[in-house]
């Protein structure tokens, strides 16, 4: 089992800046890939980010790449998200995924934070 726990959400003008971070625990966490996902009101959740065990792959969803850039620190078990030029349309809850291999797609995770809330006003 792995848990996560999101941290580092909240309430920024467009334009603006945060970094979310995901800190990880149980067995092996390190050897996982991670992800970030995001779900707007009354849709499915969607990819954002993903990186692989290492560190040394990513890949981007086209609406943040350029903006947002994933990235990791195995020594303390965490992935973070640091989020540049922020937009509305950036509003939404931001979850933590870990998974065996890095992908966009949702079903390829097998552990979820219980995520944390981006708000970014006009």
């Known amino acids: 089992q792995v848990q996560l726990v999101e941290s580092g959400g909240g309430l920024v003008q467009a334009g603006g800046s945060l970094r979310l971070s995901c800190v990880a625990s149980g067995r092996t966490s390190n050897s996982y890939a991670m992800g970030w996902f995001r779900q707007p009101p009354g849709k499915e959740r969607e990819f954002v980010a993903t990186i692989n065990w290492s560190g040394r792959i990513t890949y981007y969803a086209d609406s943040v790449k350029g903006r947002f850039t994933i990235s990791r620190d195995n020594a303390k078990n965490t992935v973070y998200l640091q989020m540049n030029s922020l937009k509305p349309e950036d509003t939404d809850i931001y979850y933590c995924?870990?998974?065996?291999?890095?992908?966009?797609?949702?079903?390829?995770?097998?552990?979820w934070g219980q995520g944390t809330q981006v708000t970014v006003s006009s």
């Open positions: 995924t870990a998974g065996s291999t890095y992908s966009t797609r949702r079903n390829n995770y097998d552990y």
